[in-house]
């Protein structure tokens, strides 16, 4: 019988669904990994870095809190010793020589003080943590703070980086988690190091040898406490990658964003086999090593039954050999018990604060390069409405990448003049509009407004001056007016024309009309109450956000890729009004592929891998017969074949001498009234595109 795909009972083990059977490590494991690998020493070297950038950065948050916590901290320990050296007296009271009444009341001063000690240690506990429950938030909000700020500060380029972008992640997620819970360890490391000592100092008073005996039965736990952490990050490492995997498959099988394709194309069953398959792998290591860390914890403790063993040997050769008196073994036996719960605190204290070194170290990498990625500050302000945005040589490669996006581009666009950008998908049209905005700098060239090269301007004086309706425009998760209005925070609009603009010519107004609260609906699903839009309704929210912007430069990247015709027809009219109504002419700048709606563009720019290989208007790109023209007739002729009315006999007779249908000259080519204004099915006339009068449509149509 067959079984059904993906039961737990499957023996038959498919071929990985996502397709990668071995993920490669993630940087950041590899951390781990250098854990691991490293020998108490090495993490016993790291310390002092690790304490200097926790202690200093708890000093910056608050001094005073940091002196007290030191100081309870030390007094706690301090105490701890002397109550432990104390009750060396009881005993040498409660075993001296004499009638048992006697040495019970001559051992209550000793009794009164080890209480006394126990009482103040409580106290001092509940100290500590007050004083710790006031520094660690404050601390752990001070580098998450310093964090944010650096990162939200740098350039925009910075997150095109790979790199910069896994730094920023582990530097902001696991550097301030290190943080917090080193300051934690560092407040174990010091009780525990204290109390240490304490015992070590006791034992060595009773006898010097017995401080060196009682290390060897508390080393023997401190070991097995350190391998077991140490398993731990080597079964981390073994099943980082299945655990990815995993959360990948669980994620597109329950994910909303994959529903439709997941129930259309019956994935559910596949993808929870294959959740199944590595769920069943990674149990499996799970077993594997809780067996193994316990070995090893019974293995540490059979060597500090051992040690303690040897200890007792050497106390009890000591009491024997009158090397010690009877009374001061119960101290003994007391301190041989601190110093192993202290050592195995202080290594597990010194491998957490090892461990945690690496990411703190990823925190202040990424604070250092975030300062060195934000612009430099200047007095150079950018012309707010320039008269002219000329590149001279620009290049331009995206970081991680061999090849530039951009080639030694050289252009000039005047104030107002409506530019279209057209090529094939990767051409490099989207990084272009981002260059003349200042948005990404050019690795060589230039790129001025007016006489101001945007490499020496402050960012903000150029960005205050553009407005980018995106390819994929950002989904605030604001309410729907919110996600208009932040196009100019704080704009004055106190009869709201400027709003009434920006949703009419979008077609957002149709979109916010069907919202449940209007205006007011948050549009996110992450909110109870909010509500999600279509591609094309985001689409049109974004153009209203660009429109309100109300920038001098106006760059729109495929702004009607998925919206309807009537709503497309809507947006141009919206384009080409933005594109006069900024006192006077506002530059523009249009993206698109659909080469109909940009006929009347003033100029238009065709880009390919990267260079600027044609420019001039519709006509003049269609005449010269280049690669506008190939693109705009492969458009055309999508359309053409569909619905063209068969031509007369005679014109379909080939030429004397041709093989087949003569070719058509290129008027006659945009003669059909079916290109004019579309590209593919017919919409209607885009504004850019050219008017029904137009010479040359007239020309070709007649
Ligand atoms: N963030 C990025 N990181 C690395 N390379 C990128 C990035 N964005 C784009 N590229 C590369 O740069 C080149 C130009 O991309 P760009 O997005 O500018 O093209 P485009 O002409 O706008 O394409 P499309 O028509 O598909 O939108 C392409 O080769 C692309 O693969």
Not at 203 to 211: E, H, Q, S, V
Not at 229 to 258: P, Q
Not at 599 to 604: G, L, V
């Amino acid at each position: 019988m067959r079984r059904s795909a993906g039961t737990p009972q499957d023996t038959t083990e498919p071929a990985p669904l996502i397709g990668v059977e071995n993920v490669k490590m993630p940087e950041w494991a590899r951390v781990d990994e250098r854990v691991a690998d490293a020998g108490f020493g090495q993490a016993v070297r790291a310390l002092p870095a690790a304490i200097a950038v926790v202690l200093r950065l708890a000093w910056r948050t608050s001094p005073p809190l940091t002196l007290l916590a030191g100081l309870v901290h030390v007094v706690s320990g301090c105490v701890t010793a002397f109550g432990l050296l104390a009750t060396a007296n009881v005993f040498t009271a409660l075993l001296e020589r004499g009638p048992t009444p006697d040495r019970v009341l001559q051992s209550l001063p000793a009794i009164a003080v080890v209480t006394g000690s126990y009482a103040a240690r409580a106290l001092l506990d509940a100290a500590v943590a007050a004083v710790e429950g006031a520094l660690r938030p404050r601390v752990t909000a001070a580098a998450d703070d310093a964090v944010t700020a650096a990162v939200v500060r740098v350039g925009l380029i910075a997150f095109e980086d790979a790199d910069f972008r896994e730094l920023a992640r582990q530097g902001a997620r696991f550097g301030v988690r290190a943080i917090e819970t080193s300051l934690r360890r560092v407040a174990d490391l010091t009780s525990s190091a204290i109390s240490l000592a304490a015992a070590m100092l006791t034992a060595g008073l009773l006898n010097p040898w017995l401080a060196p005996v009682l290390l060897l039965a508390a080393a023997a736990d401190g070991w097995a406490a350190a391998r077991v952490a140490k398993l731990n990050y080597r079964h981390f490492l073994d099943t980082v990658g299945r655990n990815i995997r995993k959360s990948v498959v669980e994620e597109v099988a329950t994910w909303r964003s994959m529903a439709l394709e997941r129930h259309a194309l019956t994935l559910q069953e596949p993808l929870l086999g294959e959740y199944r398959r590595i769920s069943r792998s990674l149990v499996r290591e799970e077993v594997r090593l809780a067996h193994r860390s316990n070995l090893v914890r019974t293995t540490g403790r059979a060597a500090a039954g051992f040690g303690t063993a040897v200890a007792y040997l050497v106390l009890g050769w000591l009491l024997y050999s009158g090397g010690m008196e009877l009374a001061l073994a119960g101290t003994a036996v007391l301190a041989m018990r601190t110093a192993s719960t202290a050592l195995s605190n202080t290594m597990r204290a010194v491998n957490s604060l090892y461990e945690d070194s690496f990411y703190i170290g990823f925190y202040n990498q990424l604070l250092v390069e975030s300062v060195q990625r934000q612009p430099p500050p200047t007095a150079l302000t950018a012309p707010a409405d320039p008269g002219e945005i000329r590149l001279e040589g620009v290049t331009f490669t995206y970081p991680g990448r061999g090849s530039p996006a951009l080639r030694d581009i050289s252009l000039t666009i005047k104030r107002g003049e409506v530019v279209a950008l057209v090529g094939e998908n990767g051409s490099g049209k989207t990084t272009l509009g981002k260059l003349l905005t200042g948005l990404y700098p050019p690795d060589e060239g230039v790129v001025r407004w007016d006489d101001v090269d945007l490499a020496h301007a402050d960012p903000a004086s150029v960005h205050a001056n553009i407005a980018v309706i995106a390819q994929e425009p950002a989904e605030w998760p604001m309410t729907a007016a919110n996600n208009i209005t932040v196009g100019r925070l704080g704009r004055a609009d106190p009869d709201s024309r400027a709003w009434r603009e920006a949703v009419d010519y979008s077609g957002a107004d149709e979109v916010i009309e069907s919202l449940p609260a209007k205006e007011n609906t948050v549009l996110s699903k992450k909110f109870d109450e909010g509500h999600d839009l279509s591609g094309g309704q985001w689409q049109r929210m974004g153009i209203a956000r660009g429109i309100y912007r109300d920038a001098s430069v106006l760059v729109a990247d495929e702004p009607t890729a998925a919206l309807d015709a009537r709503a497309e027809a809507r947006v141009f009219a919206g384009l080409q009004h933005a594109s006069t109504s900024h006192h006077g002419r506002r530059t523009t700048v249009l993206v698109t592929h659909r080469l109909a709606n940009i006929r009347s563009a003033d100029r238009i720019l065709v880009l390919e891998k990267g260079r600027l290989i044609e420019q001039g208007t519709h006509d003049e790109l269609i005449s010269a017969g280049g690669t506008y023209h190939e693109l705009y007739e492969i458009q055309a002729r999508a359309y053409r074949n569909g619905t063209e009315v068969p031509a007369p006999r005679a014109a379909q007779r080939p030429a004397p001498g041709t093989p087949g249908r003569a070719p058509r000259r290129p008027e006659q080519r945009e003669a059909s009234p079916d290109v004019r204004g579309c590209a593919g099915p017919r919409r209607p006339n885009s504004p850019f595109a050219k008017p029904a009068g137009d010479p040359t449509l007239s020309a070709a149509t007649s």
